[in-house]
């Protein structure tokens, strides 16, 4: 797609130099309908490109599906801009017949705003609830050294950052530090759900043993997405919420926040990190 940035003129003002015009780069942003059995899910606001891993990430972090076998199709319907062209903007997905469709006549799932006002119990139950893998028993362990690396690694891949400075990232990497799946959005959850998308599609869901980082801070929905989606690590360069924390705790999620190459700080589940003599 030719619409993840976009030129725009802008003003450039300085204290000491007058005010000038100049060209540059800005992140795309579009909104995205999702379908499910020919009817509206959800609508996200998104950076165009990998739709389907969006699309497959998010039924993942909604709870909807958890093999890539329940996931059946995939494909954009039709839908024209003010000039006739396809927009892209809508794709629809086709489950099994056995994985029941949600009921799209309520509200979704209200646990996955972080300003729907439901308790932090209520949340981390309903999160529990809609589980199919426990990484409890995850028993991979990650360097010190390695995992304090990582937000180095990912900034290193990050072309749309560099380009707009206006996109998140999130990164899966395997223990041994190699990046798997590299995702830019505008919307770190977005960013997460095109790494699990990913992940599903290629049939590797539950990610056992791998570590999810991300660019920014660790909230509520992303501990959530990584647990969902059987991920047992999660790190970010910036603070966790407190929530986020609690289920991290709840759901056996070893959270890392202030992730700054030289030092972190563990949340939850410090025993998967590994340090010298």
């Not at 995939?74 to 809508?90: H, I, K, W």
């Not at 980082?213 to 966790?240: C, D, H, N, T, W």
């Not at 407190?242 to 939850?268: H, I, K, Q």
Request: with cysteine.
């Amino acid at each position: 797609m030719s619409r993840v940035t976009h030129r725009r003129n802008i003003t450039r003002f300085q204290l000491d130099a007058l005010p000038r015009t100049r060209e540059d780069v800005v992140a795309g942003e579009e909104p995205l309908e999702i379908r499910l059995g020919g009817k509206s899910f959800s609508v996200t606001m998104r950076t165009p490109g990998e739709d389907f891993d969006l699309v497959s990430g998010f039924l993942v972090s909604e709870g909807i599906v958890w093999d890539a076998g329940q996931l059946v199709s995939l494909r954009y319907c039709a839908g024209v801009d003010e000039s006739g062209r396809q927009t892209f903007n809508v794709v629809e997905a086709q489950l099994r017949p056995d994985v029941p469709l949600p009921d799209t006549t309520m509200e979704r799932h209200v646990y996955t705003s972080s300003s729907c006002g439901i308790c932090g119990t209520a949340s981390i139950e309903a999160v529990r609830k809609s589980s199919h893998f426990d990484v409890h028993d995850d028993g991979a362990t990650v360097a010190l050294a390695m995992l304090a690396a990582l937000p180095d690694r990912l900034r290193e891949s990050q072309k749309v950052f560099d380009r707009t400075g206006g996109a998140h990232a999130a990164g899966l990497f395997s223990r041994d530090g190699e990046l798997l799946c590299l995702r830019e959005d505008v919307g770190r959850h977005n960013a997460v759900d095109k790494v699990v998308g990913w992940a599903l599609r290629k049939n590797l869901l539950p990610l056992s043993g791998a570590i999810l980082q991300v660019s920014g801070r660790a909230s509520f929905e992303l501990v959530q997405k990584a647990q969902l989606a059987g991920i047992p690590m999660l790190a970010a360069v910036s603070a966790p919420s407190s929530l986020a924390v609690d289920l991290a705790e709840d759901t056996g999620v070893t959270l890392v926040g202030f992730s700054r190459g030289s030092s972190l700080n563990c949340y939850a589940h410090p025993h998967r990190i590994s340090t010298p003599e």
